[in-house]
Protein backbone atom coordinates (compact mmCIF):
# COMPACT_ATOMS: atom_id res chain seq x y z
CA UNK A 1 0.00 0.00 0.00
CA UNK A 2 1.58 3.40 -0.80
CA UNK A 3 0.20 6.78 -1.27
CA UNK A 4 1.42 9.60 -3.81
CA UNK A 5 1.00 13.05 -4.27
CA UNK A 6 2.72 13.69 -7.77
CA UNK A 7 2.09 11.71 -11.14
CA UNK A 8 5.73 10.94 -11.64
CA UNK A 9 5.46 9.15 -7.91
CA UNK A 10 2.81 7.59 -9.18
CA UNK A 11 3.88 5.77 -12.27
CA UNK A 12 7.17 4.81 -10.33
CA UNK A 13 5.19 3.23 -6.76
CA UNK A 14 2.99 1.34 -9.56
CA UNK A 15 6.18 -0.19 -11.31
CA UNK A 16 7.77 -0.94 -7.18
CA UNK A 17 4.64 -2.12 -5.91
CA UNK A 18 2.05 -3.19 -8.53
CA UNK A 19 -1.04 -3.02 -6.59
CA UNK A 20 -4.49 -4.48 -7.40
CA UNK A 21 -5.98 -1.21 -6.84
CA UNK A 22 -5.42 2.26 -8.06
CA UNK A 23 -7.16 5.41 -7.19
CA UNK A 24 -5.77 8.30 -9.52
CA UNK A 25 -6.62 11.80 -9.16
CA UNK A 26 -6.62 13.25 -12.43
CA UNK A 27 -5.45 16.65 -10.88
CA UNK A 28 -2.27 15.62 -9.78
CA UNK A 29 -0.31 19.30 -10.80
CA UNK A 30 1.55 17.54 -12.65
CA UNK A 31 -0.09 15.06 -14.62
CA UNK A 32 -0.76 17.07 -17.76
CA UNK A 33 3.31 16.55 -18.20
CA UNK A 34 2.37 13.10 -17.49
CA UNK A 35 1.74 11.64 -20.66
CA UNK A 36 -1.70 10.00 -18.92
CA UNK A 37 -1.51 7.48 -21.70
CA UNK A 38 1.35 6.07 -20.37
CA UNK A 39 0.14 6.09 -16.92
CA UNK A 40 -2.83 3.90 -18.18
CA UNK A 41 -1.21 1.82 -20.26
CA UNK A 42 1.45 0.74 -17.97
CA UNK A 43 -1.45 -0.43 -15.42
CA UNK A 44 -3.29 -2.26 -18.16
CA UNK A 45 0.34 -4.32 -19.19
CA UNK A 46 0.21 -5.04 -15.45
CA UNK A 47 -3.10 -6.79 -15.72
CA UNK A 48 -4.23 -5.06 -12.39
CA UNK A 49 -7.96 -3.55 -11.31
CA UNK A 50 -7.85 0.75 -11.63
CA UNK A 51 -11.12 2.80 -10.31
CA UNK A 52 -10.93 5.99 -12.16
CA UNK A 53 -12.86 8.94 -10.53
CA UNK A 54 -14.95 11.27 -13.31
CA UNK A 55 -13.01 13.60 -15.39
CA UNK A 56 -13.35 16.65 -16.51
CA UNK A 57 -10.00 17.35 -18.23
CA UNK A 58 -10.40 16.99 -22.12
CA UNK A 59 -7.15 16.31 -22.66
CA UNK A 60 -6.93 13.95 -19.94
CA UNK A 61 -9.91 11.88 -20.52
CA UNK A 62 -8.87 11.83 -24.35
CA UNK A 63 -5.94 10.35 -23.20
CA UNK A 64 -7.57 7.96 -21.05
CA UNK A 65 -10.29 6.47 -23.99
CA UNK A 66 -7.06 6.71 -26.46
CA UNK A 67 -5.26 4.19 -23.79
CA UNK A 68 -9.21 1.79 -24.13
CA UNK A 69 -10.62 2.79 -20.57
CA UNK A 70 -14.17 3.78 -19.71
CA UNK A 71 -13.78 7.15 -18.81
CA UNK A 72 -16.57 9.48 -16.70
CA UNK A 73 -17.12 13.10 -18.41
CA UNK A 74 -18.22 15.63 -15.95
CA UNK A 75 -19.57 18.98 -16.11
CA UNK A 76 -20.00 21.69 -13.73
CA UNK A 77 -23.46 22.38 -15.20
CA UNK A 78 -26.22 20.58 -13.10
CA UNK A 79 -27.90 17.15 -14.15
CA UNK A 80 -31.20 18.78 -13.02
CA UNK A 81 -32.80 14.82 -12.87
CA UNK A 82 -31.79 11.67 -14.05
CA UNK A 83 -32.23 12.48 -17.41
CA UNK A 84 -31.84 16.56 -17.32
CA UNK A 85 -35.59 16.93 -17.10
CA UNK A 86 -35.02 20.13 -15.08
CA UNK A 87 -33.92 21.49 -18.51
CA UNK A 88 -36.50 20.91 -20.48
CA UNK A 89 -38.73 22.11 -17.76
CA UNK A 90 -36.84 25.49 -17.87
CA UNK A 91 -37.34 25.43 -22.14
CA UNK A 92 -40.89 25.32 -21.65
CA UNK A 93 -41.41 27.75 -19.53
CA UNK A 94 -39.24 29.93 -21.89
CA UNK A 95 -41.65 28.63 -24.89
CA UNK A 96 -44.23 29.83 -23.07
CA UNK A 97 -43.66 33.29 -22.32
CA UNK A 98 -42.34 33.88 -25.38
CA UNK A 99 -45.67 32.94 -27.19
CA UNK A 100 -47.25 34.80 -24.75
CA UNK A 101 -45.21 37.70 -25.10
CA UNK A 102 -46.03 37.98 -28.76
CA UNK A 103 -49.45 37.54 -28.49
CA UNK A 104 -50.28 40.19 -25.71
CA UNK A 105 -48.10 42.41 -28.29
CA UNK A 106 -49.90 41.18 -31.64
CA UNK A 107 -52.74 41.89 -30.06
CA UNK A 108 -54.91 44.70 -31.86
CA UNK A 109 -52.54 45.60 -34.47
CA UNK A 110 -51.51 43.73 -37.80
CA UNK A 111 -48.55 41.93 -38.63
CA UNK A 112 -46.09 44.70 -40.04
CA UNK A 113 -48.02 47.53 -37.86
CA UNK A 114 -44.98 47.75 -35.32
CA UNK A 115 -41.63 47.84 -36.56
CA UNK A 116 -42.45 47.65 -40.43
CA UNK A 117 -43.05 44.98 -43.26
CA UNK A 118 -39.20 45.04 -43.24
CA UNK A 119 -38.36 43.78 -40.04
CA UNK A 120 -41.96 41.47 -40.09
CA UNK A 121 -40.44 40.14 -43.39
CA UNK A 122 -37.03 39.26 -41.99
CA UNK A 123 -39.44 37.60 -38.13
CA UNK A 124 -40.72 35.62 -41.16
CA UNK A 125 -38.18 34.16 -42.80
CA UNK A 126 -36.29 33.31 -39.51
CA UNK A 127 -39.11 31.89 -38.37
CA UNK A 128 -39.49 29.90 -41.36
CA UNK A 129 -35.54 29.11 -41.52
CA UNK A 130 -35.56 28.20 -38.17
CA UNK A 131 -38.46 25.04 -38.76
CA UNK A 132 -36.22 24.19 -41.83
CA UNK A 133 -32.90 23.63 -39.36
CA UNK A 134 -35.19 21.93 -36.25
CA UNK A 135 -36.57 19.77 -38.44
CA UNK A 136 -33.83 18.66 -40.38
CA UNK A 137 -32.14 18.12 -36.88
CA UNK A 138 -34.91 15.87 -35.50
CA UNK A 139 -35.15 14.37 -39.25
CA UNK A 140 -31.05 13.38 -39.11
CA UNK A 141 -31.85 12.40 -34.98
CA UNK A 142 -34.86 9.85 -35.80
CA UNK A 143 -34.59 6.94 -33.73
CA UNK A 144 -31.87 8.77 -31.32
CA UNK A 145 -34.50 11.84 -30.67
CA UNK A 146 -35.09 12.85 -26.89
CA UNK A 147 -36.35 15.85 -25.80
CA UNK A 148 -34.04 15.00 -22.69
CA UNK A 149 -30.28 15.89 -22.71
CA UNK A 150 -29.43 12.53 -21.47
CA UNK A 151 -29.22 10.42 -24.52
CA UNK A 152 -31.26 7.38 -25.23
CA UNK A 153 -29.55 4.13 -24.25
CA UNK A 154 -28.10 2.09 -26.88
CA UNK A 155 -28.66 5.77 -29.38
CA UNK A 156 -25.56 5.52 -32.12
CA UNK A 157 -24.28 9.06 -32.71
CA UNK A 158 -25.15 11.40 -35.05
CA UNK A 159 -22.53 13.70 -36.98
CA UNK A 160 -23.84 13.48 -40.83
CA UNK A 161 -26.98 15.58 -41.95
CA UNK A 162 -27.33 19.12 -40.73
CA UNK A 163 -25.21 17.56 -37.54
CA UNK A 164 -22.03 17.60 -39.98
CA UNK A 165 -22.04 21.44 -39.13
CA UNK A 166 -23.09 21.98 -35.39
CA UNK A 167 -23.75 19.63 -32.64
CA UNK A 168 -27.08 21.03 -31.64
CA UNK A 169 -29.23 22.30 -35.01
CA UNK A 170 -32.47 21.72 -33.54
CA UNK A 171 -31.53 24.20 -30.35
CA UNK A 172 -30.12 26.70 -33.31
CA UNK A 173 -33.37 26.29 -35.22
CA UNK A 174 -35.35 26.27 -32.04
CA UNK A 175 -33.38 30.35 -31.22
CA UNK A 176 -33.66 31.69 -35.01
CA UNK A 177 -37.25 30.70 -34.49
CA UNK A 178 -37.90 32.00 -31.50
CA UNK A 179 -36.23 35.19 -32.37
CA UNK A 180 -38.02 35.30 -35.54
CA UNK A 181 -41.37 35.51 -33.92
CA UNK A 182 -39.65 38.15 -31.53
CA UNK A 183 -39.37 40.19 -34.35
CA UNK A 184 -42.74 39.51 -36.21
CA UNK A 185 -44.39 40.37 -32.80
CA UNK A 186 -42.38 43.30 -32.31
CA UNK A 187 -42.23 42.53 -28.73
CA UNK A 188 -39.41 43.45 -26.42
CA UNK A 189 -40.13 40.60 -24.01
CA UNK A 190 -40.24 38.17 -26.28
CA UNK A 191 -35.96 39.33 -27.98
CA UNK A 192 -35.47 39.06 -24.12
CA UNK A 193 -36.47 35.64 -23.95
CA UNK A 194 -35.17 34.68 -26.96
CA UNK A 195 -31.89 35.43 -26.06
CA UNK A 196 -32.59 33.50 -22.65
CA UNK A 197 -33.55 30.88 -24.53
CA UNK A 198 -29.68 30.79 -26.44
CA UNK A 199 -28.57 30.53 -22.62
CA UNK A 200 -30.47 28.13 -21.99
CA UNK A 201 -29.80 25.89 -24.58
CA UNK A 202 -25.69 26.86 -24.38
CA UNK A 203 -25.83 25.66 -20.77
CA UNK A 204 -28.12 22.57 -21.74
CA UNK A 205 -26.14 21.11 -24.69
CA UNK A 206 -22.59 21.44 -22.39
CA UNK A 207 -24.64 19.40 -19.98
CA UNK A 208 -25.54 16.80 -23.26
CA UNK A 209 -22.18 16.73 -24.24
CA UNK A 210 -20.51 15.36 -21.07
CA UNK A 211 -23.36 12.47 -21.50
CA UNK A 212 -22.99 12.07 -24.58
CA UNK A 213 -18.90 11.75 -24.43
CA UNK A 214 -19.06 9.04 -21.80
CA UNK A 215 -21.16 6.38 -24.35
CA UNK A 216 -19.59 7.64 -27.44
CA UNK A 217 -15.40 7.24 -27.22
CA UNK A 218 -15.08 9.61 -30.73
CA UNK A 219 -17.82 12.15 -29.47
CA UNK A 220 -14.20 14.39 -28.36
CA UNK A 221 -12.90 13.97 -32.26
CA UNK A 222 -16.58 15.45 -33.08
CA UNK A 223 -16.25 18.42 -30.99
CA UNK A 224 -13.12 19.27 -32.45
CA UNK A 225 -14.28 19.38 -36.26
CA UNK A 226 -17.58 21.17 -35.21
CA UNK A 227 -19.61 24.21 -33.73
CA UNK A 228 -21.94 23.67 -30.95
CA UNK A 229 -25.03 26.40 -32.21
CA UNK A 230 -23.86 28.31 -34.91
CA UNK A 231 -21.52 27.18 -37.78
CA UNK A 232 -17.89 28.37 -37.89
CA UNK A 233 -18.66 30.17 -34.75
CA UNK A 234 -19.50 28.98 -32.02
Not at 143 to 165: E, H, I, K
Not at 211 to 233: D, M, N
Request: aromatic fraction near 8%.
Amino acid sequence: MGEVHTADEAVRSIERLRPDLILLDLYLPDLPNLRASRFCGGSRRSGRSRVLPPVSSRDASDALLRSGHHVRVTSRLPALGPRGEGWVAAQLVLFAVLAGAGVRDLAGRLPGEGAGWFVTSVGLAGIAFGAVVAGRGVWDLRASLSPFPRPLAGAPLVDTGAYRLIRHPIYSGLVVAALGWALVTWSGLAIAVAGLLFLLFAGKSRREEAWLAEVHPGYRAYQRRTKRLIPWLY
